[in-house]
């Protein structure tokens, strides 16, 4: 490992508190990450020198501002190896991307017939948006099934095959289950997909800051992913589009900056990426972001997802010597990303989180925007732990030693 | 463990979680209503049979039973309510509601409330106040139903 982890806790100036008189343990990354202090002073520094708006501008602050802008562009577009950074659309999250493919590409292409796949381990934001295209266009939608009671054995790929018919005009799936830690083949399915001729869609929240990613190698139509998961702020992400298909599609929302000529009866559009960002975007976290990419990329994104799956090893088995512990996803030694989501029998997640927050150790609680697969799972809640480039393994003991107390207090020890 | 924990998680309040009282469904009920906390999957039934009253008088709850998961706050909290309502009025469970909402959000209690009272540490985590409150808006919605057959709302889970 080099130099920059040894130092990498140093980086975060938020780590630095007590929680509770403890010091705080932050083991909610799945939700959001931290920031470094240079993607903090990249925002800072932005306010202070730069921020004008970006684009029709023709002084100084207006060219820094836009050049600075569409170099955080280029940056995101070398982060995925995008082929041209006209195919990186900034967004306000995840959630926004792809709602801008369900509504535009939806209502473009999906007609009654048509067949809409998902999984059965999506989060709401890449279950819900094909729900509404699908009622919008009369398409009917689908999900490939998850594999064992604690759905431990990943997505039924035999399913998949039946499912993957000509019909199917759209696939969209998740990386990482945010819920379970699962690892999705998904250069396989975009694969599969495009042999019956279906658009791919890949939520890359849970990944694309954890993971070395390449949508030229996958072969990915649309690619959806968060600043605030990898460092970044919030209320800016990614909505990749491959260049081709950009160019086909329809703007989901008008207005300034993304019109070519105007008359008072009609608009033509720019072409991508400014005709699918309407109005002032966001500049100032687009530049973070962009900062956050170099600090990821600094790491090593190999080396993030090799620290991540061992802390996601070790918490595995530390885990799951607590009594009535029920671990979902992957088995202990099976691949899983950087996050291990729990249940016990007798104390609900709530509880475990507030007790947990006590001891300083920040956790999440709940369905994990993942209602049909805790309902499939027989559960209502879980407990997650989810880790990233700061954590350590004292962490995971700290976390250990906090729910023993949660589970004696109870009377469940 | 912390005085605003051990605040939270009184005797009462785990008493009910372990051993809920007049939990499940209940089948000569004339009311029901179901409540949700989407933020964290919580969920509760209210069943209950609300009986008229003698001439000139409001009806009353005869019987009250609740049904649902949730975090010991949520689930201790309906259990007792539902110990705390039988007999009682739509205007007088109105006016022990209020009490109780007033309780978990102040964290004081007046003198003559006493189980109820149990939940007063519930003010000092914000979050959790939505957990204590759900299964009172659950019997407040049965309440202000019409006398509808206990098929309102039906719920699956």
Redesign the interface.
Known sequence: MSDLWKNVRVDFPILHQQV??KPLVYLDNGATSQKPRAVIDALVRYYERDNSNVHRGLHALSMRATDAYEGARARVARFINAADPAEIIFTRGTTDSINLVARSWGHAHLKPGDVVLTTEIEHHSNLVPWQQAARASGATLKCVPVLGADAEGGLDLAALDQLLTPQVKLFAFTHISNTLGTINPVAEFCRRARAVGAVTVIDAAQSVGHAPFDVQALGADFVAFSGHKMCGPTGIGVLYGRRALLDQLAPDETGGGMVVNVTYEAATWKPAPERFEAGTPNVADAIALGVACDYLDALSRDQIAAHDAALAQLAMEKLSLLPGIRIIGPRAGAARSGLVSFAFEG?????VV??AD?DGVALR???HCN?PL??KLGL??TTRASFYVYNTPEEIDALVASLR?ILE???VA | MSADLTELYQQVILDHNRRPRNRGKLPTANRVAHGDNPSCGDQCSVFLRLDPGAPGQPDRIAEISFDGSGCAISQASASLMTTQLKGKTTAEAEKLYNEFHAIVTSGHAPEEISDLAAFAGVHAFPARIKCATLGWHAALNALKNDAAPATTESHTD
Do not use: I, L, P
């Open positions: 509770n008189g104390v609900h997640a709530h509880d507030t007790f006590e609680g709940g369905h209602q805790m309902r209502t809640s107390k207090f109870f009377g």
